[in-house]
Every structure is written in C-alpha cells, then in structure tokens.
C-alpha cells in the first residue's frame, strides 16, 4: 500500500521531470538485451526503438538490432500508410533476412549467415558501414532470435535492441531480455479511458510477481516442457508433491482439477497458462487459494478478466522468471486519425501505474521517475496499479 509522507503530501498529479533526458534510464540501465514490445500495432514502438538506438549511438556504445517481427517497412502492411523507418549509423549490427537487407538504404556489410531460413530469405547479421534505413525480421521463434542476439554479442555488441512485434509478447521473456519497454498509445482503444484501462491490465500480467516460496529451489523451471505439471499440496503429513504428464494443459483442465486434493495447491505448469484453466479453476470449489506458477509472464496466455475472476477466488499468479519492465511510452495519435491530447495521455498513464515510469518520447517528457515527487500541502495520493 502506498504511504503518506507526513507534513506534505504525495501529490495526486504524476511525478515527472521533464529536464532530463528520458531515454537516458534505458540506455545507461545496465541491461544487455532491451525488448522493445508493442501493445498493438502503430503504438509508437519505432518512434521508442529509434529513440534508444540514437542516444546508445551517439554515445558510443555498439549497437546490436533484432526482431520477432518485421519492423521498419516504409508502409504498413495493413493500414498502407507511411511508417518510421529504422535508422541506424556506422558500426551497428543488425539481424535481418537477406531480401529485406537489399532494400536498405544503409551499407550492410554480410558477417555470419545463419542457419535460420524465413520467407524472405536466410538469416543475416550485417554490419552497418554507411548510416541509412534498414527493415529487420529476425524470426518468429525466441529459439530464433535468441540465436542471433547471442551471435551478435560474440561479435562485440555492448546493447542490443529487440523489436517486439505486436502479439509476439515472448520477445520479453526474461531468457531472450533483461529489460522490456511497453509502447501504448491512441491506436490501443477508442477512449482515454479505454487506453489506460487496456495498458494497466497488461502491465499488471507483464510484471506477475515472482514465486518465493521454499519449495522454489528443488524445481529448475528449464526442465521442465510443456507436459509437465506438478501439484504440490500441504496435510497432516507434510508436503505432497504430484507429477503429471499431460498431452496438453489447453485440453486437460478437468484432468488437473481431478489431483487437486483440495484448497490452497500450487500448480507448476512447464508451459502456458490458458484462459481456459484460469476459468476452470476459479470455479471449482478445491481450486480455491491455488496459486498457479508458469515460467515467466509470457506463458500466461489468458485475459486480464480470467486473472480477475481467479483472483476473486482467492487464486494467485507467480512466475519462476520476473520481467523487468523498466518503462512504458505513449503515443497520442492512432493511424486513423484520433488524437489525444500527449500530455493528458502521458499523465493518465502514469496516474494508473505509478510504480513505473512513462515516457512521451516526442515530446522528451516523463513521468514517475525514481526518486522525484511534486509535493503540496494538501493533495493526497491517488489510487493507482501497484
């Protein structure tokens, strides 16, 4: 819960600092690999994914670009209208499919083709030897793109950016990225209020805590596939711990229900978490207090409603793997033509998640950084995702 400061009180406006660079908290974070995820398509990841690439440019640092995706074409594939393009300078690595590298307006340099073959030719890492645009599609597979970060690193890359095409959320899975950046904006819902709704929801499922429970260290969440689910219930005589092996957590809701001996279990599963469980689960009487533990947040494949419903019923999400959500940009414009107003946007979004900071990267403002409050007298906080 939120706490008062004594004399003076934490205003209910967000905090902000707008003299500082805001990118600054993400490129000079300390991370190696930097997700860069969308919550729908024209959310303003490009405009973020640029901003990052500039100023770790500009400072030195060398640059390594991937994607789950296909990012940086001059039109989008759906609305036909004109995109971001991706800019980077001299020096840069990226990872793209060899059609895709012919078209750039950049000098690409060939250095290791992969053993990874896409649609649009094999997989590539190029170095940039003369600045310009570039496309980039690394892969729809985290197997894929882990691959390619792994090989630009060898190849002396200090940051490198991933591209989290929109449905594709597993580009922030704590294995692929140790920082994620969400980018909402306008496209995301018809209203203010839709969008902020829509970005706290998803905020609150990408950052699940993590399981600290004792029984944590006897389990090593790589061994386990997607087969595997384990039941661990407490009685008179002691701790109880069931395996399973199912065709599919999707289809065996009823089965996993059936060995619960009763209220409060944990529930390991190796792979995801459907909605469908999630429902099951809250309705039924020896599923009660159950808390569910998956990998990490990217496995949990159901809607914030499913995790509401669970939760009323006492139920509880945990993940062996945190993600680390260092930030989220907003974007006022959606491609049909709606608008908001940025600063309101920008101040909505952090008045919900306060815990996180919120970037209007255009206009070089934010909101909820670390250690800076505005503070009056007589205004009290306001309620806000935690």
């Known amino acids: 819960m ?24 993400v490129v000079f974070s300390g991370a190696n690999n930097i997700a ?13 994914l640029n901003a990052i690439i500039k100023r770790a440019q500009a400072v030195g640092m060398r640059i390594g670009v991937a994607s789950s995706g296909r990012d940086g074409e001059k039109l989008d594939a759906v609305t036909r209208l004109p995109k ?40 590539i890492i190029y170095r940039v030897n003369s600045p310009g645009a570039i496309e980039i599609a690394s892969g729809n597979k985290a197997s894929v793109v882990k691959s390619v970060t792994e090989l630009m690193r060898h ?19 704590p294995s692929l990225a140790d920082t994620t950046i969400l980018s909402t904006g306008a496209v995301v819902a018809p209203t203010l209020e839709g969008v902020v709704s829509r970005t706290a929801q998803v905020v609150e499922i990408l950052t699940s805590p993590q399981w600290s429970d004792p029984h944590r260290q006897r389990f090593d969440p790589e061994s ?22 199912v065709k599919s957590v999707l289809v065996s809701a009823a089965e996993i229900i059936r060995q619960l001996p009763g209220p409060g279990s944990t529930i390991i599963l190796g792979g995801a978490l459907p909605g469908n469980l ?40 945990r993940v ?57 007298g007589d205004e009290t906080e306001g309620g806000g995702v935690a």
Do not use: W
């Not at 860069?36 to 973020?48: F, M, R």
């Not at 008179?236 to 395996?243: D, I, R, T, W």
């Open 278 to 317: 999630m429902r099951d689960l809250a309705a039924n009487r020896k599923a009660r207090g159950s808390t569910v533990v998956v990998g990490d947040a990217t496995r949990i494949l159901a809607t914030h409603r499913d995790l509401s419903l669970l939760k009323s019923r006492g139920g509880r999400i």
């Open 155 to 173: 190849l002396g890359a200090e940051l490198i950016v991933i591209d989290g095409a929109a449905g594709r959320r597993f580009s922030s899975a």
């Open 36 to 48: 860069v995820v969308g919550l729908a398509k024209n959310s303003g990841k490009t405009v973020a």
């Open 320 to 376: 062996f793997h945190k993600i680390h959500l260092q930030a989220i940009t907003t974007c006022p414009v959606a491609p049909d033509g709606r608008m908001f107003d940025a600063e309101t946007l920008l101040d909505a979004v952090a008045k919900a998640i306060k815990h996180i900071p919120v970037v209007d990267v255009v206009a070089g403002k934010t909101r909820n950084l670390p250690g800076y409050h505005e503070t009056t």
């Open 84 to 123: 971001p393009r991706i800019e980077v300078q001299r020096g840069a690595l990226v990872a793209t499919a060899e059609k895709l590298a012919m078209s750039a307006s950049a000098s690409l340099e060939p250095l290791i083709k992969t053993k990874h073959v896409t649609v649009l030719g094999r997989l």
């Open 2 to 25: 939120n706490q008062s400061v004594s004399s003076a009180k934490i205003a209910a406006t967000p905090s902000r600092d707008d003299t500082k660079n805001p990118i600054d908290m």
């Open 224 to 245: 386990l596939t997607n087969q595997d689910v384990v039941i661990i219930s407490s009685g008179a005589m002691g701790n109880h711990v069931e395996e399973l092996k």
